[in-house]
């Protein structure tokens, strides 16, 4: 699979799908631009590239926010380059039954989600048109298909479905692909966050969970940004509009 120098954003980037979405890229010759609300944790990430010879830059910026939004993109441009690659990974959980989900927590999920998406987008494609090239990558889930608790969660995880499509028809011309990476169970600091937040033991939850999945086995970061990493390359220009599930055997 061939790379190129191309300046890659990934939103969400400081730990989990993210980090390690921005480590696998930078690996193939990115240079990316590590995204999240807080500067020094993205800086960690930065670090960890660095220290592998890549190029990266740590970025403070609330993907729900359009003045953070157009400043982020704005010293990526400057500081790296014009960016070719966006992965839409940020996201936040506010689970609960809908008789219990405040307004507060409806509003957080869709404005990181979905705003945050619609945002990073918008500021990154004119980047992208004007290069003729481009690469973007959203972060939906198989909670898209609904989930006890996650309402809003599920909600948003299916629009960005829709709002993948919509882009890889109105941007398709201009050599801009869009698709969506739909993960499964993946081990991370939110999956466990979640076991706690419901009382429940993690390692139970992940041998549940494991048992229901066709190569049994929980997902890993990694595994999510290989999906990604293809989806972002030169060979996949001919890829667009898709929703790829990763979730370690078929969904409904």
């Given at each position: 699979?061939?790379?190129t120098?191309?300046?890659?954003i990934?939103?969400?980037?400081?730990?989990?799908?993210?980090?390690?979405?921005a480590?696998?890229?930078a690996?193939?010759g990115?240079s990316v631009?590590?995204?999240?609300?807080?500067e020094?944790?993205?800086?960690?990430?930065?670090d960890?590239i660095?220290?592998?010879g890549?190029?990266?830059?740590a970025?403070?910026c609330?993907?729900?926010?359009?003045?953070?939004?157009e400043?982020a993109v704005?010293?990526v441009?400057?500081?790296?380059?014009?960016?070719?690659?966006?992965?839409?990974?940020?996201?936040v959980?506010?689970?609960?039954?809908?008789?219990?989900?405040?307004v507060?927590?409806?509003d957080?999920?869709?404005?990181v989600?979905l705003?945050?998406a619609?945002?990073?987008?918008?500021?990154?494609?004119?980047?992208?048109?004007e290069?003729?090239?481009?690469?973007?990558?959203n972060?939906?889930?198989?909670s898209?298909q609904?989930?006890r608790?996650?309402a809003?969660?599920?909600?948003?995880?299916?629009?960005?479905?829709?709002?993948?499509k919509?882009?890889?028809?109105?941007?398709?011309?201009f050599?801009v692909t869009c698709?969506?990476v739909a993960?499964?169970?993946?081990?991370?600091?939110?999956t466990?966050?979640?076991a706690?937040?419901?009382?429940?033991?993690?390692d139970?939850m992940k041998?549940?969970?494991?048992?229901?999945i066709?190569?049994?086995?929980?997902?890993?970061p990694?595994?999510?940004?290989n999906?990604?990493?293809f989806l972002?390359?030169?060979?996949a220009?001919?890829?667009?509009?898709q929703?790829?599930?990763?979730?370690?055997?078929?969904l409904?």
């Amino acid at each position: 699979m061939s790379a190129t120098p191309r300046v890659a954003i990934v939103t969400g980037a400081a730990r989990g799908i993210g980090a390690a979405t921005a480590e696998r890229l930078a690996r193939e010759g990115r240079s990316v631009a590590v995204l999240d609300l807080k500067e020094s944790e993205a800086q960690e990430v930065v670090d960890r590239i660095s220290a592998e010879g890549g190029s990266a830059l740590a970025v403070g910026c609330d993907v729900s926010d359009p003045d953070q939004v157009e400043a982020a993109v704005r010293t990526v441009a400057e500081r790296l380059g014009p960016p070719a690659i966006l992965v839409n990974n940020a996201g936040v959980l506010r689970d609960n039954l809908l008789f219990k989900m405040s307004v507060e927590d409806w509003d957080t999920v869709m404005n990181v989600h979905l705003r945050g998406a619609f945002l990073m987008s918008r500021a990154a494609q004119a980047h992208m048109t004007e290069q003729g090239w481009g690469r973007i990558v959203n972060l939906s889930s198989s909670s898209a298909q609904g989930n006890r608790g996650q309402a809003n969660y599920s909600t948003a995880k299916a629009g960005l479905q829709g709002f993948t499509k919509t882009l890889s028809i109105e941007l398709g011309k201009f050599g801009v692909t869009c698709n969506a990476v739909a993960p499964g169970f993946v081990e991370t600091a939110m999956t466990r966050a979640t076991a706690e937040r419901i009382g429940v033991n993690f390692d139970d939850m992940k041998a549940f969970k494991e048992s229901e999945i066709p190569v049994r086995r929980a997902g890993q970061p990694e595994d999510i940004a290989n999906t990604i990493s293809f989806l972002t390359s030169e060979d996949a220009g001919y890829v667009s509009g898709q929703v790829v599930y990763v979730a370690g055997g078929p969904l409904d």
